[in-house]
């Protein structure tokens, strides 16, 4: 998986938003598969316009747990969307996500200004429900 930072640095390079909504949609080509039987209602997004699922994997060996996630999108565009989520917050401890301003690297990549209102909601409500994960994950912790 790409890592938030190399994200970044693409984006830098790419300086016509038509490049970028490229960049996200190879993006998406990217993410590892997520079995269909995990296409469930459990793992879906609510919130999204296009179908979104989410998979959390916990690994509780050694110190916090860590967050895992599969995600997968019937729409390319917020494939590339789920696989920055995922770049921002997969492999990461509850502590960590709940940390993450994923908002403000959205801002920064020029969502705000190049995505619908609906697409925008659906990054948020994918966020919203890793953070969820999150907190849930710490509360069992203590």
Not at 66 to 95: E, F, K, M, N, W
Not at 107 to 117: A, C, I, Q, V
């Amino acid at each position: 998986m790409t890592s938030i930072d190399e994200i970044r640095d693409n984006f830098e390079l790419l300086d016509e938003w038509d490049d970028r909504y490229r960049y996200v949609i190879e993006l998406g080509r990217t993410l590892e598969p997520m079995p269909e039987e995990e296409h469930s209602a459990e793992n879906k997004v609510q919130g999204c316009v296009s179908q979104v699922w989410l998979q959390k994997l916990v690994d509780r060996h050694g110190g916090a747990p860590i967050l895992r996630y599969r995600g997968d999108s019937d729409a390319h565009i917020v494939r590339g969307l789920v696989a920055i989520v995922l770049a921002l917050y997969s492999g990461r401890t509850p502590q960590q996500i709940l940390e993450t301003d994923a908002i403000s690297v959205f801002n920064e990549f020029g969502f705000r200004d190049h995505l619908t209102p609906q697409r925008s909601n659906g990054l948020r409500s994918m966020v919203e429900r890793i953070k969820t994960d999150a907190k849930e994950a710490l509360a069992e912790a203590s």
